[in-house]
Nanobody, 115 residues
Framework: VQLVESGGGLVQPGGSLRLSCVAS????????MRWYRQGPGKERELIAF????????NYPDSVKGRFTISRDNGKNTVYLQMNSLKPEDTAMYYC?????????WGQGTQVTVSS
């Protein structure tokens, strides 16, 4: 199983970024995918969930209305569209899946929101 994130960077407050996570080594279309983030000195936080078919998504209040998770099962890719970014969104962002009783993580992509 391999998860490779990309799309992070430095953005001004109010800006947008789209993160991507390309998956391999498993039947992507059969599994739930999640995005997590971990800010400086903070615990890792679940910020987005999407069902295997993409029909169900869920977000915590901290990002609801600003972030959108989506997936393209034909491309084995999950996305996180982030709008109206705030300095408190600064974190390392990870995609995640759970299969065969194991959590799998990508290497992460850094998002920094600063003027």
């Amino acid at each position: 199983v391999q998860l490779v994130e990309s799309g992070g960077g430095l953005v001004q407050p109010g800006g947008s970024l789209r993160l991507s996570c390309v998956a391999s080594g498993f039947t992507f279309s059969s599994y739930v995918m999640r995005w997590y983030r971990q800010g400086p000195g903070k615990e890792r936080e679940l910020i987005a969930f999407i069902s295997s078919g993409g029909g169900t998504t869920n977000y915590p209040d901290s990002v609801k209305g600003r972030f959108t998770i989506s997936r393209d099962n034909g491309k084995n890719t999950v996305y996180l569209q982030m709008n109206s970014l705030k300095p408190e969104d600064t974190a390392m962002y990870y995609c995640n899946t759970y299969l065969r009783m194991t959590n799998y993580w990508g290497q992460g992509t850094q998002v920094t929101v600063s003027s």
